[in-house]
């Protein structure tokens, strides 16, 4: 369990689809998963919105 989700800190996390199978424990612990970094610009932009 990463550090962020041990202390209830939400994170999304980044990288590449070839590796999702490996960081699938961290994954389902983030907010989002994203493959690129316009995609986390748009889910902090729909995060911070709400």
């Known amino acids: 369990m990463?550090?962020?989700a041990a202390l209830g800190t939400p994170?999304?996390?980044?990288?590449?689809?070839?590796?999702?199978?490996?960081?699938?424990e961290v994954d389902a612990e983030a907010k989002a998963w994203c493959t690129t970094t316009d995609q986390?610009?748009?889910t902090l932009r729909y995060v911070l919105k709400a």
């Open 2 to 4: 990463p550090p962020a």
């Open 11 to 24: 994170y999304v996390t980044l990288h590449d689809a070839d590796i999702v199978h490996p960081l699938k």
């Open 40 to 42: 986390v610009v748009e």
